[in-house]
């Protein structure tokens, strides 16, 4: 990856977690919302500090690694948005901006691991 995109997708994935902390500030307070929540938020905030590490990586298959844990967060962070339209907690026209960002992050993830493994073989 380019420079002006790693500082990008570092920026991105940032503003992604600070939705996703906005999104569990406005969950009503019922105990399976929260519940949701509290794995949303965990999920959603995981995928930014891992790639910070992943652009840190010190070496090809460390690199890989945490942009497979970026991937496995933001999946997870998919499956949790796709419960709180399901169970009826959130409107699906509420969060279609977070799962459009998070299809993308998934994409540009499987891309970045696609392409690294590729230069590891």
Same mark, same amino acid.
């Given at each position: 990856m380019e420079n002006d995109e790693v500082a990008d997708l570092r920026i991105r994935t940032k503003k992604f977690a600070l939705r996703i902390i906005r999104l569990y500030s406005s969950l009503p307070k019922q105990t399976e919302a929260q519940v949701i929540g509290r794995q949303i938020i965990r999920s959603g905030t995981s995928v930014g500090a891992n790639y910070r590490e992943a652009f840190r990586a010190r070496s090809k298959a460390e690199f890989i690694a945490k942009v497979g844990e970026c @991937? *496995?967060?933001?999946?997870?962070? =998919?499956?949790?948005?796709? @419960?709180?339209?399901? &169970?009826?907690?959130?409107? &699906? *026209? *509420?969060?279609?901006?977070?799962?459009?960002? =998070? =299809?993308?992050?998934t994409a540009i993830f499987v891309t970045s691991l696609i392409n690294a493994k590729r230069k590891t073989a």
């Open positions: @991937l *496995k967060e933001v999946e997870e962070t =998919s499956y949790w948005l796709e @419960l709180l339209i399901e &169970a009826g907690v959130v409107p &699906a *026209k *509420k969060l279609q901006g977070l799962i459009e960002e =998070s =299809s993308e992050l």
